[in-house]
Structures are given as structure tokens and as C-alpha cells.
């Protein structure tokens, strides 16, 4: 409908609803009207807009949704039930369950998804005995629920009343399901999900409501078996041994009667040995202008061509004259157009539609690429002709590329289909259990499988463009297993051996990086593929056992004592030790002693002006070892454990000044930083950008899909010294008002393209960096602009020169002794190098700000202190790890992937193993849009992991202990030692070195014996000192802040907040210069009534 009108569906609806109140017969106790959209929105546009053509009526219209709060929902419920309410409109949270006998109009404004819903829609009125009516209004786009609508009126004898425009949608959808089955077995070739023998599983389309009644269990529904039994064969194997007979060639699409004859239904047959409906006034006069005479006794293609330019209604009307066996070859021609297409035909898929749309138009060159749809409605497909296509020669090719949605299968236990209830196996059955690949549930929602095989039906070549990851590998070879069928059976029967399933490798979504990917096409490496089957089969296995046995034995005591919201006690391979790390940190602050020190400081005024600190050069038997931040240079600078000495000290330096005994200078070149990988993104995430690794991660995903940054999931630091040009992506970034001053400075000095030949080579993706310039709104700015704007600077400075500095050190002594007690040191910058990029490394070494002389300070100089004091303090515990903490040391000990370690940590925080907190304890409070934020709220620093009751004590049922690497305990499932040793077996599966099923076995065996002294352990008493030491969280941290683990809280003056005080002197002045203003209260009256009387007339709301 056009910009400023209205629209047609809502005139429709609101036209009803007049309709029915203004019926002389209407009953006074059957007046209320529900109508049901599908969409949120939709409910909130058509209430609103009968709200306003009701206008003093306003009151007796609500909506409701899913989006609404509960009480709002339950309130507009009540008064719709008694009757305050006339009008209600809802989405399908209202069309189960309502019973009431006053509704007398159902008006459905959207078609339902289904007959089920448009049944239970239409059956809110008309109840208890009474007479209803219902409402529903249909597009071109019904023909689903049209079938539905069809084959319910059928069987409830109410053929006559069949209008011919529902029948010729329903006809329509008929012919499209069909022609969809068959492009589905085309590509099928009976090498789908096996769920039992053939004869007893029935077809999952139904055309009669009671389908239920005769199908078969497992096909359908909730217990559908999606289980995949010969995955291994059909991803994996060499050769497949395709039978000849099932090939299904390009004559097999073609529709003739004996086709239709056999897939018609009962229904259909009634309906073709019925009286054709006779056509009305308007078709008739519409065939006449278009050929001059009247409706011939079979369907004209003509007359079906000229109807579909002028009205949809009546095309639909003229198709449902007609039997469906005798319209069906004239809406069935795609069939038959592709079977005249004699170019070879590819089919490319990658992980993502917006990946699929960047491989399409990159490869289509200036005439593009057409975009149609496919089996799923969310996976588009994009057609293009080209020559490029190296594997054929040059011959004339048609691409069409598509996608999935992530993992197309994932790893399950295959039950018995009569038995299907796991929960009575006993944990220990997990470890031997066949396993199998089942399809995902997103991807049975979309319809993926059936996409794909309908695409690979008629294709002679499958191009992956999956992640160049073992993930994506991974993903390569369940597209693999779900096309290779169709595909080879294409070349057996052209009697072709050549390669036909081939791997692009890239990088970046840019034109250039995809075309030469597109020309340099690799094969699959299905080694890589089988060690990520390895590593799902043993998380699988192991966590599913060991979390059975630890819930069955201890959550009932957890709800007791720690949450009634726990549901389980798990167990994960990787999620464990990452646990034990911040376990391992809790243990060193409880067991933390503290001890008395005194700290010195001292401040001298140089040459310049300024005043600096000067360091106390403590003996080193009195020295404080710096606890609290664990550096590594060790000691607190200025601190001692001799009270005595730091008295006298000061005592000293009182009546003294500083005398320079010696200045050293020392030049000190800092490399740049290596190119940036998933790791150093994470921890600058978490350290400098206050987000957590799975949001950072979940970030730098959409701007690569975007094509902003490369692919964000690589372990590699270093650049390509052949294949990778720095200077264009340098060209990208000149004109950038953020960094161009630096770009265009590279482009300048830099005489080769080369990058610097620093870093480590994983051979997995090249290191992350920025692919085009953009701005804070091109990117969308918050999270996703400090991404991006730290991955551009980490890559500006990795090109640049050396960071050059001076480090100036001065030994000084007081002017009543000969011996250097203390020392300076100034750092000033000669050359800033990368630094020009990246600002925040010169904090970090420490350079003084503005311009300093090298040679301020000089032997002999005498300066003057400002500043002499002392204060005693207690040495602290360590901090709590941090997040970016934790992910150096996973990166370090192999405990998951770049791809998985951000899902690891957030694993243990949703799980309720660690609260994250800020450096004062107090916990992260959720990111909330600027608009929602409370001012008065103070900012947190830090993202502290301290583990919970929950998860320290669950690490004691193991006997966690750091000494627990040679001895056969428990112990060992929570050291990170083991899932080290795990993952470098499975990447010798990779390497080809090891066979899956050798590791397998191995690591099976290894994880069954500790789970047999696990079990063996877990007595009563142990269970029972486990929830012990189960408390709150909140308790628990009170109890770690008297520990001294947390900083202390500063008390700032609340600047959202006004005490009472404030507010008494704000209405104090206010009330003073009211009574200034105005010398007397008649003529303050007068005023107020003057004013009144110019106030222009306010409408009552």
C-alpha cells in the first residue's frame, strides 16, 4: 500500500468490526471481538489503528503479545473476560485456552502458519452451544493454509462451498510441493536420515488433520528421529558404491498424468469427479477481452499468463476450475526448464547468507547476480553465468551459491527409537553408547537438508566456502554428506572421474581475496574434519558421564543449600580446568597471611618545575614482596617490614635535601606488536575494552561477515611475507580523521610492500586485520567501534618502526650521608615509532608527559623535598583473576581453541561456578543501551572471575590439588595437564599421525577409570561435607571482602541523588526570590490571573 495510505488490511479488519456491531441481531451477550495477528507489531498497528477510529471508544481495545509484561497481559485478560473490554487483539499467546462464551467475531488479520492454529484460532467462539463467526482474511501468499482450508471443507462435506479462488491456491501450493519433492529425491538418492526400515516410515507431508493416527512413531514431531547413521560413509569415503538404478536423471523430472495420478489423495479425487463451480461474472468478461471467447475445458496458457498481469484473484479462480492433474503441468515448469539447460551447473555454499551474497557478487562481475528462492525461505540462493570456472576448461557454467546455518548436524547418543528415554542408563553406559550424527534444530526448522539436496540434485560440481578453520572443515564435510550422493551420481552416470567436490580457502571477504580463492580451488581435508568428530565425540562422552554421576549424587543438596534454581552439576573437559585455574587463585588468598609494612614517600622538585617521586632503594631483607598484583620485577617500590628504619629515614630526610651522586642514561628500542590473533583480541577485550571474551568474539564475527576486519579466529602473528600487500590496505585507511595521519606516514617511509618478517607461522588464517576504513557510524559504534578501532591500530603499529626511548636514572642520597638510598628514573620518547598508533603503550612504559630534557638531571645537582612521609599499611592477597588472565592461561596450557576458549569462560559464569565482580566486589551490573543507564551509579573497573561456593567445593569432591600430576586420582579430571595431553592427540589426527578411533579408545579408557573412583569416592560423608561448604553467594562475598581480596570502596558524594538539606535550600532560595519578585500577594494574584486568562484552551486527555 502506498506511503500515506491506509492500510488495506487494516481497513478490512476495522470494516468487520462495524460490520458485526451494527447487525440488527446481534446478541447483547455475545458483543467481544478478538483478532489474531502473527507479528508483534502487526498486533500493536491494527490496535492502534482501531483504537483511533473508535475514538471516545478508546477503552474497549487491548493488545496483547509476548513482548508485554506479564501483569499487563493478565489484567487485559480480566477485562476482556468480564466485559470492559470489547475489542481485543492478540497474537497466538490467546488462541489456546480462552473460553468464553461472549466472543461472537474472530477476525484472523494474518493467515495462520497452519491448519492446527487456524482451527484453534477460529474455535474461540461459537462455544458453549452457541453460533459464531470467523473471519479470515487471505493474500497471495495463503496457498499453505488454502490446502489446509480445502482438504478440511472436503472431509466435512462441504465440497459445494469451496470457493474457485481457494481451490486454485490450494492447487498452486499442491504443485509446489511436489515439484519441491522432487528436487528433494533428485538429490536424496535414499541416503537420508534413517529412522528405521522404509515401509515403516510414512511420508512427514499430510494432508489430513488426523495424520497422527496412522504414522509412524519417531516421524514426526517432538520425538522425530533426525538421526544420521551413515554419516561417516557418505562424508568420508573415497568411493561410493552409487546404484545406477536410483540415479534420478533429468528425464525423471518431467510431469506426466501417471506421476500425478499416483500422488494424488483421496480428496483430489472427489474433487476431480465433482462439477466444476461455474466461474464468475468478472472471470468470465477478463477471458473474454483476452481471447474472445469463453472458458475452454482445458487450462489455456494464455489465458493463465494474461490473468497473472492483471489479477491475482482471478488467475486463482481460473486454476480452480480445473482438475489438478490437468492445471498442474502448466504451474510445474521450472522442471522443465532446467532440464533444457545444458550449462554445467555448481553449487557453492558457505556458512552464512551474507557470506553467500559477498561470494556472489564478487564472482558475478558488473552484471550481478540474480536472487531467487530455495526450499528454506531463510537461505537465499544467487544465480550468475561464468567461464572462470578453472576444473572445466572454460566451459559455460551456471553458479549458485547458497548457504547454511552453522552446523548442519551435531553429535548425539543413538537410543533405542522404542526406548528413548536415557534418563534410566546408568552413567557409565555413556563411555561405550553408539554414538551418531543428528540433524541440528535450527537447521531442521529452515529446512537445510532439503535445501541443499534440492540444489545438488541437478549439479555436477560442490564448491565449500566454509571458515578456513577446523570448524568450518567440519561444517565442509556435513554439507559433504549431505550433497556427494547427487553430486557423484551426476559424474557416473557422464562417465566423468574428475574431481567434483572441491575447497576454497580464504581469508577476508573482499572481491580480490574471494576471486583468488575462486582461482586456486583446493580439496577437503577431511583428516582435519575427523579430529573435530573426535573432539565432539569425547566432550560427548566424558562430560555427559561425569555430569549424570555428579547430578544424580549432589544436586539435590545443591538446591538446598546454594540455589533452588540448580538443575545440575556438570562436568565439561575443558570447562573443569579452566575452573581449577580460578579455584587455584581463591586457594592462594585464603591461605594469604597478612603482614605490617611502612611505605615511604617522597617527592623532590626537579630543575623543571614539577615535582617527582623518588624511589627508596630498600635493603633487600626488609624489602615487600609485591603481593597484591604479582609482577614479576617482585617488590613494592618504597615499602618495608623495619618500622624503625623508615622512622629514621624520615626523621632524616626532614632537615635534609637531595644531593645527584651518579645519571646513567640507557636507550631502549620496544618492538612493535605481531599481527594481531583470537587470543591478544579476547584479552585486549576483556582487559582495555571492559567486555566480555564471548561478546568480543560474537563482535569481531559480525564485522567480518560485514567485511570490515578479516576472520577473527586464527592463532598466526604473522603477516605473509609473499602473499600479503600491506600497502593497499594502508591506501584504505588515509583519508580516516582517527588514524590516516599514520596510515599515510607508512605509505611514505615503507619502500617495499612486504610486512615485517616477525611473529608466529600456525598455517592456519593470517593474523586479524582491517579491510576497509570506516567511521564510528559505518561500523555502528559501542562495542563494535572499539573492535574495530583496536584492530586497525594493533595493525597500524605492527608496520611501524621501533618505539625509541631514554631511560634516564639518577642515584640520589641525602645531603647528610655519602650513600645512594634512593633513586629516579625519567623515560622520555625520541621517537614514537608505532606508538603514533597505539597511544596507550606509552603508559605503560611509564614516559612522562609533555617535553622533558634528557639532560635535566645532572651529578651534583642539590634538589629540594616537597614531600617526606610515611604510612603504615598490610601487605594483600592477590587479586582474583581476570577474564583476559584466564584466556592467557587456557591459550597457554591448550585448554580449548581459538574458536571455543570464549564459550569456555562464559560456560563457568552461566553455570554458576564464578561470579564475575569488579575490583571493589561488588558484582558486574548488565550492559544497558546510554538512554538506560543511571547516572548516579558508579563505573566498575575490572572483570574479576571469583569462583563460587558451588564451584570451589565442586572441585573438592575431585580432590583438586596443584600436586596431583603423577599420581592416578580423581584429581587429574580438573588439571589442566589432561586436556593439554587431550588435544595435542587429537591434533596428530589432523596431522595424520594417529588414527580417531586409536585416540578414541585411548583417551575412553583413561577418563573411565578415574570416573570408577570418582563414583567409588562419592560416599555419603563426602557428599555431605560437599554441601557444607555450599552458602550464598552474597554471604561468600562478604566473607572474601574481610579477607582483604577486594579494593576498598571510596565513599564519593552521589551526584544523582540530594540530601534533604540541599533540597531545603533550593526551595529556601526559591521561595526568597519569589517573594522579591513579587512585593505584595494581591498584585503575585493578579499576575497568576492575567496570565491565566492569555493561556491558550487545553484539550482534556
Known amino acids: 500500500y502506498a506511503k500515506g495510505k491506509q492500510n488495506p488490511k487494516v481497513t478490512a479488519v476495522i470494516n468487520n468490526v462495524e460490520r458485526f456491531w451494527a447487525d440488527a441481531n446481534l446478541k447483547m451477550d455475545q458483543t467481544s471481538v478478538i483478532v489474531f495477528c502473527n507479528r508483534k507489531d502487526d498486533a500493536e498497528l491494527v490496535g492502534k489503528a482501531i483504537s483511533n477510529k473508535l475514538g471516545g471508544k478508546r477503552r474497549q481495545v487491548r493488545v496483547i503479545h509476548g513482548d508485554k509484561p506479564q501483569s499487563e497481559r493478565n489484567k487485559a485478560m480480566e477485562d476482556f473476560k468480564a466485559q470492559k473490554v470489547s475489542l481485543l487483539v492478540a497474537t497466538d499467546v490467546a ?189 468470465l468478461r477478463a477471458i473474454a477481452d483476452i481471447n474472445g471467447s469463453t472458458i475452454s475445458d482445458m487450462p489455456d496458457k494464455a489465458v493463465l499468463n494474461a490473468l497473472s498481469r492483471s489479477s491475482q484473484k482471478l488467475r486463482f479462480e481460473y486454476i480452480g476450475l480445473f482438475p489438478f492433474q490437468d492445471i498442474s503441468p502448466l504451474l510445474m515448469t521450472s522442471s522443465s526448464k532446467d532440464s533444457k539447460d545444458d550449462r554445467i551447473k555448481i553449487l557453492m555454499v558457505a556458512e552464512k547468507p551474507s557470506i553467500a551474497k559477498a561470494i556472489a557478487d564478487s564472482l558475478s562481475g558488473k552484471r550481478g547476480a540474480n536472487q531467487r528462492r530455495g526450499i528454506s525461505r531463510a537461505l537465499p540462493v544467487y544465480e550468475f553465468t561464468t ?105 557416473s552416470s557422464l562417465g566423468d572421474d574428475a574431481t567434483r567436490v572441491h575447497r576454497a580457502k580464504f581469508s577476508a571477504i573482499t572481491p580480490k581475496a574471494l576471486q583468488d580463492s575462486f582461482s586456486s580451488l583446493e580439496e577437503p581435508d577431511p583428516h582435519l574434519s575427523k579430529s573435530v568428530d573426535a573432539r565432539q565425540e569425547l566432550d560427548l562422552r566424558i562430560g555427559v558421564a561425569l555430569t549424570r554421576l555428579l547430578t544424580w549424587k549432589c544436586v539435590g543438596i545443591a538446591r538446598q543449600r546454594f540455589s533452588s534454581s540448580t538443575r545440575m552439576i556438570s562436568y565439561g573437559p575443558c570447562q573443569t580446568p579452566a575452573l581449577s585455574f580460578c579455584v587455584d587463585r581463591l586457594r592462594e588468598i585464603e591461605s594469604f597471611v597478612p603482614e605490617r609494612y611502612w611505605k615511604i614517600d617522597l617527592q623532590a622538585k626537579l630543575p623543571d618545575g614539577n615535582s617527582y617521586s623518588l624511589k627508596w632503594r630498600v635493603p633487600t631483607d626488609d624489602a615487600v614482596i609485591d603481593t597484591r598484583s604479582k609482577r614479576g620485577d617482585g617488590n613494592e617500590e618504597g615499602a618495608t617490614f623495619s618500622h624503625q628504619s623508615a622512622r629514621e629515614l624520615i626523621e632524616r630526610a626532614k632537615c635534609a635535601d637531595m644531593i645527584v651522586k651518579q645519571v646513567t642514561q640507557t636507550s631502549q628500542s620496544i618492538l612493535p606488536p605481531n599481527g594481531l590473533n583470537t587470543v591478544a583480541l579476547l584479552e585486549a577485550g576483556s582487559k582495555a575494552m571492559g567486555m566480555s571474551p564471548k561478546t568480543v568474539m560474537s563482535v569481531a564475527e559480525k564485522l567480518y561477515s560485514a567485511g570490515f576486519i578479516s576472520y577473527p579466529r586464527t592463532e598466526t602473528t604473522r603477516y605473509d611475507p609473499n602473499g600479503f600487500d600491506a ?180 560456560n563457568i559464569v552461566d553455570r554458576g561456578y564464578v561470579m564475575l565482580v569488579d575490583e571493589t566486589g561488588v558484582a558486574l551490573r548488565p550492559p544497558r543501551p546510554p538512554s538506560q543507564r543511571k547516572n548516579n551509579l558508579p563505573r566498575q573497573i575490572g572483570r574479576y572471575m571469583v569462583p563460587t561456593p558451588l564451584g570451589s567445593n565442586l572441585l573438592k569432591l575431585f580432590g583438586h590439588e596443584e600436586d596431583a600430576t603423577e599420581i592416578e586420582s580423581p584429581a587429574l579430571l580438573s588439571h589442566p595437564s589432561i586436556r593439554r595431553q587431550m588435544e595435542q592427540e587429537v ?115
Open 95 to 283: 488462541a489456546r485456552g480462552l473460553d468464553l462464551s461472549s466472543i461472537g467475531l474472530v477476525i484472523q488479520s494474518d493467515p495462520p502458519r497452519d491448519i492446527d492454529t487456524y482451527t484453534h484460532r477460529c474455535g474461540r467462539t461459537g462455544r458453549a452451544g452457541r453460533s459464531g463467526e470467523a473471519v479470515t482474511l487471505l493474500d497471495a501468499k495463503s496457498g499453505r493454509l488454502a490446502s489446509g482450508l480445502v482438504d478440511l471443507l472436503t472431509e466435512a462435506g462441504q465440497s459445494d462451498s469451496i470457493p474457485s479462488w481457494l481451490r486454485g491456491q490450494a492447487h498452486i501450493n499442491q504443485a509446489k510441493s511436489l515439484e519441491e519433492d522432487m528436487k528433494i529425491n533428485a538429490g536424496s538418492l535414499a541416503t537420508q536420515v534413517d529412522s528405521g526400515s522404509d515401509d515403516d516410515v510414512h511420508n512427514e507431508e499430510f494432508s489430513q488433520q488426523d495424520f497422527r493416527r496412522t504414522a509412524a512413531e519417531g516421524s514426526y514431531g517432538v520425538g522425530k528421529d533426525t538421526s544420521y547413521r551413515s554419516f561417516e560413509d557418505d562424508a568420508y569415503s573415497d568411493d561410493l558404491d552409487v546404484d545406477m538404478s536410483d540415479i534420478v536423471s533429468d528425464e525423471n523430472f518431467d510431469i506426466d498424468e501417471q506421476n500425478l495420478a499416483d500422488d494424488q489423495s483421496p480428496v483430489e479425487d472427489d474433487l476431480v469427479t465433482s462439477e466444476r463451480i461455474p466461474p464468475s461474472e468478472e472471470l
Open 387 to 491: 567461464d572462470r570456472f578453472a576444473p572445466v576448461n572454460g566451459q559455460r557454467c551456471l553458479v549458485r551459491v547458497t548457504s547454511v546455518v552453522g552446523h548442519i548436524y551435531s553429535l548425539g547418543f543413538d537410543f533405542d527409537s522404542q526406548n528413548n528415554k536415557d534418563q534410566r542408563t546408568d552413567p557409565r553406559d555413556y563411555f561405550t553408547l553408539p554414538v551418531t550424527k543428528k540433524e541440528e534444530s535450527t537447521t531442521s526448522k529452515l529446512r537445510v537438508v532439503d535445501h541443499l539436496k534440492a540444489l545438488a540434485g541437478d549439479s555436477s560440481h560442490l564448491v565449500l566456502w566454509l571458515d578456513c578453520d577446523a570448524e568450518g572443515e567440519n561444517i565442509a564435510h556435513e554439507v559433504i554428506a549431505v550433497c556427494r550422493r547427487a553430486i557423484f551420481s551426476k559424474a
Open 727 to 906: 600497502r593497499s590496505l594502508l591506501r584504505e585507511h588515509c583519508s580516516s580523521a582517527e588514524w590516516g595521519k599514520s596510515a599515510s606516514y607508512l605509505l611514505r617511509t615503507r619502500k617495499t610492500s612486504k610486512p615485517p618478517n616477525r611473529g608466529k607461522d600456525c598455517g592456519d588464517h593470517p593474523p586479524i586485520t582491517p579491510l576497509k576504513a570506516a567511521n564510528r557510524g559505518n561500523v555502528g559504534g559501542g562495542a563494535a567501534w572499539r573492535v574495530y578501532e583496536y584492530v586497525v591500530r594493533n595493525f597500524l603499529g605492527s608496520l611501524h618502526n621501533d618505539l625509541q626511548i631514554t631511560r634516564t636514572k639518577a642515584l640520589l642520597a641525602l645531603s647528610d650521608s655519602d650513600e645512594a638510598e634512593f633513586e629516579i628514573e625519567l623515560v622520555t620518547v625520541d621517537s614514537l615509532g608505532f606508538a603514533d598508533a597505539c597511544r596507550w603503550v606509552l603508559r605503560d612504559v611509564g614516559a612522562v608527559q609533555g617535553k622533558v630534557d634528557k639532560d635535566l638531571l645532572q651529578e651534583g645537582q642539590r634538589l629540594k623535598l616537597v614531600k617526606a612521609g610515611i604510612e603504615e599499611k598490610k601487605t594483600m592477597p592477590p587479586r582474583f583473576l581476570q577474564e583476559h588472565e584466564l584466556i592467557r592461561l587456557m591459550d597457554t596450557n591448550r585448554i580449548g581453541t581459538d574458536a571455543s576458549m570464549a564459550v569456555h569462560v562464559s
Open 987 to 1101: 591434533k596428530e589426527i589432523a596431522m595424520e599421525n594417529i588414527e580417531k578411533d586409536f585416540c578414541l579408545e585411548k583417551n575412553l579408557d583413561w577418563f573411565e577409570k578415574r570416573y570408577t573412583e570418582l563414583e567409588r569416592s562419592l560416599t555419603y560423608e563426602r557428599v555431605g561435607k560437599f554441601g557444607q561448604g555450599l552458602r550464598s553467594s552474597n554471604d561468600y562475598l562478604r566473607y572474601l571482602a574481610k579477607l582483604g581480596a577486594f579494593e576498598p570502596k571510596i565513599n564519593t558524594p552521589n551526584k544523582g541523588k540530594q540530601t534533604k538539606q540541599t533540597q531545603q535550600k533550593k526551595h529556601n532560595g526559591t521561595k526568597k526570590r519569589q517573594n522579591y519578585n513579587h512585593k505584595s500577594k494581591k498584585g503575585n494574584m493578579k499576575g497568576r490571573t492575567k496570565n491565566k486568562a492569555h493561556r491558550a484552551p487545553t484539550k482534556p486527555f
